[in-house]
């Protein structure tokens, strides 16, 4: 490949300009078929998200039931919760990455949704930790599939400076959907065990096996709507031919960026770890530190949760666009380590809180930043992603960090409270170490990775322009 130079004018200022991110389509002598309007699109992927992370969160406000009834360990819990899922998962992001960039990506979605949904439900059938292990696996499967359709459908539906507020208002979903996971959760519960236990078939089930029995329906029939509604927009641009369309195009485009890489995906994933922490014991912690019954956890904790997050994924996304507007195209990366943050020294606090309102005011800053790094996060590697490489590289970041955050975040907690500590009670210790820990540390490598992501746009600039210069 022929040297590439700079011109005079800033790197930066290209790169605000330039169609980096969404080239314009290339014309292929076909009429293309008219895609569904993005907004429908954005919403429509919302609402599987939403569903994902309902059906993927229910566990955390069913731990007591279950560590009962299938007599485990919390740090069994925390394998049900970290690498019995996302082992799975990331058999699913990797096969999906694959797909979407060949394939119908309405019909991968709509696939991912019956897969995860049935699993869910299939959970209810189990009597012990092995059988609940594979149904959760199952789930982690679909789930994982989801993820790179749907970022290949927005980038590739959204302008480069609505992608930050696009992805943010998607993250709305993942925001959302722990606490509804939570409020419906829990209310499903009491439910279960006061006014469904007597009916035929559910008089079988445990009451924390009839809520996951309910809680997959709605993604079994949201599935075949999904397939039919969601007309996919033409990509932003095409392999030529001849031009590397397998691992050694996407290694290629890594190369001359593996030091923002290998920082950025530690970032993301000790961020992850502190998430999901947070996120599976929070809701434990309240039932046994403080008494609280499993409803009232979801009617407090999980509607702050729902409300709190989605607040917040709007605030840091309008903030991160207002941010891009003034030329800064690393906006979204600058955003996202100002919201984290603001989260650290919260999460250390939170969880140590003697009185149960103390905890719940913790929790308010935390719940308002803390979905910031999965949208803006997203759009940082979008942004400088092509878009034949968009679900490959999608895929193997969402595989990554969601490895570290799975192995690290449920499970070490889990693992403190039953060997270190050998006391249930200490869950706020445990959670407090884990959870201050990994968000410093993704803190810290966010700032080192400032930099790196500078020189990553300029690189994907300078590459972008002799593409096309190449094109006849």
């Not at 019995?84 to 119908?104: E, K, P, Q, T």
């Not at 699993?119 to 092995?130: E, G, H, P, V």
């Not at 001849?242 to 290629?252: S, T």
Request: with cysteine.
């Amino acid at each position: 490949m022929p040297e590439m130079s700079l011109s005079s004018e800033p790197a930066m200022e290209r790169i605000k300009r330039s169609d980096l991110a969404w080239g314009r389509p290339r014309a292929t002598g076909r009429r293309p078929r008219r895609p569904t309007n993005p907004w429908v699109i954005l919403g429509l992927l919302m609402a599987c998200t939403l569903l994902s992370f309902i059906d993927r969160q229910v566990l955390s406000i069913l731990v007591d039931p279950i560590r009962r009834d299938l007599n485990i360990s919390d740090f069994q819990v925390g394998l049900l919760s970290g690498p019995a899922f996302v082992c799975f998962y990331i058999v699913g992001n990797l096969a999906s990455g694959w797909a979407v960039d060949r394939r119908d990506r309405s019909l991968i979605v709509a696939a991912a949704l019956t897969v995860w949904s049935l699993s869910t439900s299939l959970c209810a059938a189990a009597n012990r930790f092995a059988t609940l292990g594979l149904a959760r696996a199952s789930v982690g499967l679909g789930e994982g599939a989801l993820g790179p359709a749907v970022h290949s459908l927005i980038a590739d539906s959204f302008s480069k400076r609505r992608l930050p507020l696009a992805l943010s208002l998607y993250s709305i979903s993942g925001a959302m959907g722990p606490g509804i996971a939570l409020l419906l959760g829990g209310n499903l519960l009491h439910f279960a065990a006061t006014r469904l236990a007597g009916l035929p078939v559910l008089n079988l089930l445990k009451p924390w096996q009839t809520t996951f029995l309910i809680v997959g329906i709605p993604g079994l029939l949201m599935a075949p709507l999904v397939a039919r509604w969601i007309r996919m927009p033409p990509r932003a641009a095409r392999p030529r031919k001849g031009e590397a369309a397998g691992a050694g195009e996407v290694a290629a485009f890594c190369r001359p960026r593996w030091r923002f890489i290998a920082l950025y995906i530690a970032a993301i994933g000790s961020l992850s770890a502190m998430e999901l922490a947070l996120l599976m014991w929070t809701p434990t912690l309240l039932i046994r530190q403080f008494g609280y019954r499993a409803d009232q956890v979801g009617s407090t904790f999980g509607l702050m949760l729902m409300l709190l997050s989605a607040a917040g994924a709007l605030l840091w996304g309008a903030i991160a666009t207002a941010v891009a507007r003034k030329g800064r195209g690393d906006a979204a990366l600058r955003t996202m380590t100002v919201a984290m943050t603001i989260v650290v020294p919260f999460a250390v606090a939170g969880p140590l809180m003697p009185r149960a309102a103390w905890v719940l005011a913790a929790f308010t800053p935390i719940l308002l930043c803390l979905r910031a790094y999965a949208g803006l996060g997203h759009a940082t590697v979008q942004i400088m992603t092509p878009s034949r490489l968009r679900g490959r590289v999608a895929a193997l970041y969402l595989a990554t960090t969601s490895v570290i955050g799975a192995l690290i975040g449920p499970p070490i907690v889990g693992a403190l409270t039953s060997f270190a500590f050998a006391d249930d009670r200490s869950i706020g210790l445990a959670l407090a170490i884990v959870a201050g820990g990994m968000g410093v540390a993704g803190v810290a490598l966010l700032l080192a990775s400032w930099s790196p992501y500078r020189r990553a746009l300029a690189t994907s600039l300078l590459e972008n322009e002799a593409s096309d210069r190449a094109i006849p």
